[in-house]
């Protein structure tokens, strides 16, 4: 087990660390548009579109490297006075609750949308350019894929916690 969770925890930050890349792409796209509209004054409707489908990919891959470093918000006006075994199991049952329902449907959802995308051609009307959203949708599918890889990691080091009072690693 040790091997799984050390595979899922590298594999998210991996891909965490590659991201800085694409937040430097996405900073030379948003400069280009600015320069583009408000020093050329020719916009284009294509960088828009590229800014966009960029901040999702960054957004959907970087889920599991933000699990993994327990970086996402937390009202912790209770949370941080409680002990770590019951930290471990507020978790544990939270992720029953609601990580697992929510992550699960949008993952469900998610794989219809590519399957849906793929089947007839999809493109997107945004702009006259017609990009196909098969892959955006895809990498949206991957990410939260990978969150829920992430999620169950965490689960499983919560619920060994709980059980038997010390960290699993």
């Known amino acids: ?22 937040v430097l792409f996405m900073i030379l796209v ?4 600015v320069v583009m509209r408000y020093v050329l004054n020719r916009p284009t409707s294509q960088l828009p579109v590229i800014q966009t489908w960029t901040g999702t990919f960054l957004y959907s891959l970087a889920f599991a490297y933000v699990h993994l470093h327990k970086g996402h918000v937390r009202v912790d006006v209770l949370y ?13 049952v939270l992720w029953f609750l609601f990580f697992l329902p929510a992550l699960g449907l949008l993952i469900f959802t998610g ?3 590519v399957e849906y995308a793929l089947r007839i051609g999809e493109r997107s009307s945004i702009t006259y350019w017609y990009p196909p959203t098969a892959p955006i949708r895809i990498v949206v599918l991957v990410g939260l894929s990978l969150f829920m890889l992430q999620g169950l990691a965490t689960l ?12 699993y690693d």
């Not at 590298?10 to 800085?20: A, D, H, M, Y």
């Not at 499983?156 to 960290?167: G, I």
């Open 1 to 22: 087990m040790r091997r799984v969770l050390k595979l899922i925890d590298s594999t998210s930050e991996f891909v965490g660390q590659q991201l800085r890349y694409v």
């Open 80 to 92: 941080s006075r409680f002990t770590d075994r019951l930290k471990a199991a507020v978790d544990s």
């Open 156 to 167: 499983f080091r919560d619920l060994y916690f709980v059980v038997r009072n010390k960290p």
């Open 30 to 33: 948003v400069c280009a548009e």
């Open 111 to 113: 794989y219809h949308w």
